[in-house]
């Protein structure tokens, strides 16, 4: 159980355009979803909070007008990308909180970003 | 907010032989330590987690001890193997809030 997908896993853009990235708790409802990025050989450093019907939490230094997130309904949460550029080129990872266990957090496949 | 600090940043050990993982954070309401291996490209995976009202937890060659007055969490790895090889990445979190990472530890095991 406890199962979170991503879509798309690899996605290539050009600079300028918006990218959005989906993700689902498949069998368990997710009041809370969190948004990671990762840079190479570097830590996961959490984006933002989304708390279904809610807006979402940004950490320090997100730009939320860049960085658009919805959590439409308990089981997906989106992060679009707007405007990209080459500096946004990360690994996005998605994780998901289910309340029969609240303290653990079960993470997407993450989404690697490409902007050229 | 909460800050963790996580060492060594890389770790070379020989199979079979003991690995140690530290780290250390900064907020005192934080009760959650799950401890993640990451493989590249892939998603963290759990693989051993404490909570604050416990001094050390064992699940087979990996255990976890905590010592909430120090303020620090180690990853002990026994009778390692190759497979063990990727990075590891502690983190806390109070009540299953968001999670702070470390920095990570990239684990070598040479056969």
């Known amino acids: 159980g406890a199962v979170v997908s991503q879509h798309p896993s690899r996605v290539i853009c050009k600079s300028g355009t918006s990218v959005k990235i989906e993700c689902r708790s498949l069998?368990?409802?997710?009041?809370?979803m969190f948004w990671y990025r990762q840079f190479p050989k570097q830590s996961l450093m959490l984006m933002a909070t989304s708390n279904e019907g809610s807006k979402a939490t940004y950490e320090q230094g997100v730009e939320k007008d860049k960085f658009l997130i919805n959590h439409a309904s308990l089981t997906l949460s989106t992060l679009t990308v707007t405007s990209a550029h080459p500096e946004d080129s990360s690994f996005y990872i998605c994780?998901?909180?289910?309340?029969?266990?609240?303290?653990?957090?079960?993470f997407g496949p993450g989404t690697r970003l490409t902007v050229t | 907010g909460e800050n963790v600090e996580q060492h060594p940043s890389t770790l070379s050990v020989q199979e079979g032989d003991s690995a140690v993982i530290k780290c250390t954070y900064s907020?005192?309401?934080?009760?959650?330590f799950p401890w993640y291996k990451q493989e590249l490209g892939k998603r963290p995976q759990l693989i051993i987690d404490?909570?604050?009202?416990?001094g050390e937890k064992k699940d087979q060659r990996i255990a976890v001890t905590l010592n909430k007055t120090a303020k620090h969490f180690s990853l002990h790895i026994t009778e390692t193997q190759p497979e063990d090889s990727a990075v590891y990445f502690c983190a806390a979190s109070m009540g299953g809030n968001m999670l702070t990472f470390g920095g990570g530890t990239r684990l070598m095991v040479k056969p």
């Open positions: 404490i909570r604050s009202n416990v």
């Open positions: 907020d005192s309401a934080s009760n959650y």
């Open positions: 994780s998901a909180r289910s309340p029969s266990t609240p303290y653990e957090q079960y």
């Open positions: 069998d368990f409802q997710a009041t809370t």
